[in-house]
């Protein structure tokens, strides 16, 4: 049965009566997440878990509790080991979790629960954070600057050779494991599977050992080493094909579990063998759009900003909406690498659908410049449009991007790099831990979630 809240402890109250009051930041905080919007939002995600959790069942871990630890952990930048570690430890977060003198949930409670909030709920939660602070005049949304960061996915940076030795421990892992089952149950197993991690392992280092010395006979012993290489993926793939049909038959729980991580990684593991002969043994360019940089983060983009210290970014894009006060009133994860320029229009509608009317001042880099979008922000009602124009610029464009309030908006604009910096180095969006793109989605909410508290926080 999903619980509410732990009742007040006197006790524990009277232990506080005896130490410094809460940091002022983080009462601060305290206070907005007492809204009861935001409570209901999380707690509606919780009520999902089983059919019957808020009718039946042991007493849960209370949604109040599990929303204040969340929020820690991504305040602080902690793991979830850390964060029931650092809850457990203080007494000021004890208070400040509503956890009082009972035990802290650990790390793996936490994990089941945050896997429950969907990434629409934490863009809802955000869009509240930001009415709240506009009701307290922490910000009016009068200015809005808008730009665009990578967040990065965790994962190494990708070459078919170790994609392919990836796949090969993988799935001989999961063969492996099935084999036991399968043995248990009678059940006729591959007497010819043969484990090549070890092999696949060696075959990718001395690859890309070969490949380094850039010469004609190089490339030529490496596309050898590379056809060794695909030959033992593509038996392992076989194997793992087999392994997966006879496992259908089982009812077992760990037996559906190994069959879903086949069914899941074979389809991967074909595709990099598909683009691994199509770019090294064909020669052939693969489109980005058509690559997999990583069989563990297949919904990761390949991303060319053209920046000299990060040539080559693999994330996603995500552009952020920040209004005066150093709120980040929207945000939203782009697909693939489309032209900044497209972002504009989405961007000053999403101000318009959080503050119902549009900013009085919109600014963004040149990279958003088009004669369209200046036209669109002074249709929708934007009196101090700033958008700089690249390359050529004639007298009268001089004129108006040399005006006082052109270059005040612009100075005011450069500060949305500092809040990017921010959410990367304090709140964890400069790479993500987190698995899958819902993983992803729920990473950079929380981070832009965060963010927006440490502000509130400390004005």
């Known amino acids: 049965m999903l619980r509410e809240h732990y009742p007040t402890d006197k006790r524990f109250e009277e232990i506080l009566s005896y130490l410094p009051k809460m940091e002022a930041s983080l009462a601060k905080i305290d206070r907005y997440l007492e809204d009861e919007k935001l409570y209901r939002l999380i707690r509606q995600d919780l009520s ?3 059919p019957k959790t808020l009718e039946t ?71 509240r954070i930001t009415q709240l602070a506009r009701e307290h005049k922490v910000t009016k949304g009068r200015k809005l600057r808008t730009d665009g960061t990578v967040v990065e996915t965790n994962m190494h940076a990708p070459s078919d050779s170790r994609q392919l030795a990836d796949s090969v421990r993988v799935l001989a892992r999961t063969v492996v494991r099935a084999k036991t089952i399968l043995k248990t149950g009678r059940q ?56 997966e049909a006879q496992l259908r038959g089982y009812s077992q729980r760990e037996a ?10 074979v389809p991967r593991v074909q595709q990099v063998i598909e683009q691994t002969v199509r770019r090294v043994l064909q020669e052939e360019p693969v489109p980005a759009g058509e690559k997999i940089v990583s069989i563990f983060e297949p919904h990761t983009d390949i991303i060319c900003r053209g920046k000299p210290s990060h040539p080559v970014e693999y994330g996603h894009k995500v552009w952020l909406n920040e209004v005066d ?14 032209p900044d320029e497209l972002q504009w229009k989405p961007s000053l509608q999403a101000h318009q659908a959080t503050f119902k009317e549009p900013p009085q001042q919109a600014s963004a880099d040149r990279g958003l410049y088009s004669e369209p979008n200046e036209t669109l922000a002074h249709d929708l009602g934007v009196l101090r449009v700033i ?19 052109f270059v005040k ?51």
Not at 256 to 264: E, V
Not at 328 to 335: A, D, E, T
Not at 387 to 405: D, M, T, V
Request: with cysteine; net charge positive; hydrophobic share 35%.
């Open 409 to 459: 908006g612009r100075k005011w604009h450069a500060g949305v790099e500092g809040r990017i910096s921010v959410l990367k180095r304090a709140h964890g969006l400069g790479r993500c831990l987190a698995h899958g793109f819902q993983g992803f989605q729920c990473w950079v909410g929380w981070g832009v979630i965060a963010g927006n508290l440490a502000v509130i926080g400390r004005t």
């Open 57 to 127: 069942g042991r007493r849960s871990t209370p949604v109040e509790v599990v929303l204040r630890m969340l929020v820690v952990r991504r305040l602080y930048k902690y793991s979830y080991e850390e964060t029931e570690q650092a809850v457990s430890d203080s007494l000021a977060l004890r208070q400040f979790c509503r956890v009082y003198l009972n035990r802290v949930p650990d790390d793996t409670t936490l994990i089941r629960w945050a896997n429950l909030i969907q990434p629409k709920t934490l863009e809802k939660f955000n869009e």
């Open 48 to 50: 999902k878990r089983w």
């Open 256 to 265: 559906q579990r190994l069959s879903d991580t086949l069914t899941t990684f």
């Open 387 to 405: 958008l700089p124009k690249p390359g050529y610029r004639s007298q009268q464009r001089l004129n108006h991007e040399h005006k006082a309030w």
């Open 325 to 338: 006060g150093g709120i980040v009133s929207h945000y939203r994860i782009l697909n693939g690498n489309p």
């Open 188 to 243: 006729k197993v591959c007497q010819q599977f043969q484990d090549f991690t070890q092999a696949a392992r060696k075959i990718a280092r001395q690859i890309g050992e070969t490949l380094s010395q850039r010469s004609e006979a190089a490339r030529e012993v490496g596309k050898q080493k590379y056809q060794e290489l695909l030959d033992m993926t593509e038996k392992t793939v076989a194997w793992a094909v087999q392994t």
